[in-house]
């Protein structure tokens, strides 16, 4: 079966990495969105800005992929899978999903603030004074709040052929990650894993429990 897999934060709670919106220990919380992910603060501070994505590399590179991540790349041998992930870490990758789609960005990847085609893999920091071959400095390859989403049309190609559509650990509130589930087909299943179920204006599986502790269940309801 072709099938898109929408994943957010929440998939990467039990690699220890922080959501986005949970109360008690969101990423946000200890962070004003307006200082280290929009293109204002980087043209403010960017230092600032370098230092929180620099963190976030290495946690992210810290974390291991969980038993959610690997169970979907495995899945692959079933299933014609597709990964759209808001997450800019790499942990659907080092499962080894062999399809994924950052529509956010990525952690590993730098590119010219100039020229965003201009991309380069990294594996240490950026730093200040860094520059890209246009001389340019460079900046965390990642789509800040304000900013264009590249590759939503290519997301919503997957979505429009899915048979069916899987979302993990999402709050569903930031666009146009969250409208994507308005191009799937109307016969095409729903299927959704999460604690706490974002409100989906469709019928859905719910399935009310962690990603670790869901996934079995929701990869034999397919
Ligand atoms: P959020 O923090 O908004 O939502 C996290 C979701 O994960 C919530 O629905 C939680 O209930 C759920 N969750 C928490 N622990 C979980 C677990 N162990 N298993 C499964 N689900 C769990 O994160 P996102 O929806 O990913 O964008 O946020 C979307 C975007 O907002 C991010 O990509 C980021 C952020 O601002 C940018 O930075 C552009």
């Known amino acids: 079966m072709q099938i898109a897999v929408l994943t957010g934060a929440g998939i990467s709670a039990e690699s220890g990495l922080r959501t986005f919106r949970d109360s008690e220990d969101g990423l946000w919380e200890g962070y004003d969105i307006?200082?280290?992910?929009?293109?204002?603060a980087w043209n403010r501070n960017p230092q600032l800005v370098l230092e929180f994505y620099n963190w976030r590399r290495a946690e992210a590179r810290k974390a291991q992929?969980?038993?959610?991540?690997?169970?979907?790349?495995?899945?692959?041998?079933?299933?014609?899978?597709?990964?759209?992930?808001?997450?800019?870490?790499?942990?659907?990758?080092?499962?080894?999903?062999?399809?994924?789609?950052?529509?956010?960005?990525?952690l590993n990847m730098m590119c010219s603030e100039k020229n965003r085609q201009?991309?380069?893999?990294?594996?240490?920091?950026?730093?200040?004074?860094?520059?890209a071959e246009d001389g340019a400095?460079?900046?965390?390859?990642?789509?800040?709040?304000?900013?264009?989403?590249?590759?939503?049309d290519?997301?919503?190609?997957?979505?429009?052929?899915?048979?069916?559509?899987?979302?993990?650990?999402?709050?569903?509130?930031?666009?146009?990650?969250?409208?994507?589930?308005?191009?799937l087909p109307a016969t095409s299943a729903v299927y959704v894993l999460d604690p706490n179920i974002p409100e989906i204006a469709r019928p859905i599986h719910a399935i009310h429990k962690k990603a670790t502790e869901g996934i079995e269940e929701l990869l034999s309801l397919i």
Do not use: C, M
């Not at 307006?34 to 204002?40: E, G, H, K, M």
């Open 65 to 106: 992929p969980n038993k959610a991540h690997i169970r979907l790349a495995e899945a692959e041998e079933d299933h014609e899978l597709y990964i759209i992930t808001q997450n800019v870490d790499d942990l659907h990758e080092r499962a080894g999903s062999s399809r994924v789609l950052h529509i956010h960005g990525e």
């Open 154 to 183: 290519a997301a919503l190609d997957i979505v429009r052929s899915a048979e069916a559509l899987i979302i993990i650990g999402t709050s569903l509130v930031v666009y146009p990650a969250a409208g994507l589930l308005n191009y």
């Open 137 to 152: 400095q460079l900046r965390p390859d990642i789509v800040w709040f304000g900013e264009a989403v590249p590759q939503i």
């Open 118 to 131: 201009i991309r380069y893999p990294i594996s240490g920091d950026i730093q200040l004074g860094q520059t």
């Open 34 to 40: 307006q200082d280290v992910a929009t293109p204002d």
